[in-house]
């Protein structure tokens, strides 16, 4: 064996350093994402030992970028249908506000129209009542007018009487009947 092959053998022997991206978390991601992209181990068997450095290395490391790749797509398309759902439900619920403030203000509106009709009806009856009142104002007037009026006439009668028995001399005999003569 020649020094090339010795360096050659050295290089190969060597055990590749891990990716930081296989192990610890990078500097500057979330948590979250890191949890999110999780690459599948590839299955090693005992017959095939794993050589740095190979064809077959290199084959598992585009496996695992395809892993990821197809991983990433997955939770794209994921993200993207619910964000579509989300989308649809906001759409919905706001339909139903809307609704929900149109019927409310429907009802409001009758609620509106029913107080007016109670309001005109009431402002009726109570005009009703006060021409009631100023009706019996009024007969009641009428009443002690005519009261008034016998009364009068009454006065006068009894004043023609009285000037009557002046002018007779004659006294009146129910009034000496209250003496007790």
């Not at 064809?55 to 398309?77: C, G, H, I, Q």
């Not at 509106?112 to 009431?122: N, Q």
Request: hydrophobic share 35%.
């Amino acid at each position: 064996m020649g020094e090339e092959e010795a360096s050659e053998s050295k290089e190969m022997k060597q055990p590749v350093k891990p990716d930081m991206e296989d192990h610890a978390a990078p500097h500057g991601h979330d948590a979250a994402e890191e949890k999110s992209v999780i690459p599948v181990p590839e299955k090693i068997t005992a017959a095939e030992p794993v050589k740095e450095k190979s064809p077959n290395n290199r084959d598992s490391a585009l496996a695992r970028v395809e892993t990821e790749k197809r991983l990433a797509l997955v939770k794209a398309w994921e993200e993207n249908e619910k964000a579509k759902v989300d989308n649809k439900a906001y759409k919905k619920i706001s339909a139903i506000g809307s609704w929900e403030n149109t019927k409310k203000a429907d009802v409001e509106a009758q609620l509106r129209t029913f107080e007016e009709k109670l309001e005109k009806k009431k402002a009726e009856y109570a005009e009703r009542m006060k021409n009631k009142v100023a009706e019996l104002h009024k007969e009641a007037e009428e009443k002690r007018a005519m009261i008034e009026a016998k009364k009068g006439e009454e006065f006068l009668k009894i004043e023609e009487t009285a000037a009557k028995y002046r002018s007779t001399g004659h006294t009146p005999k129910k009034l000496l009947a209250c003496f007790g003569s």
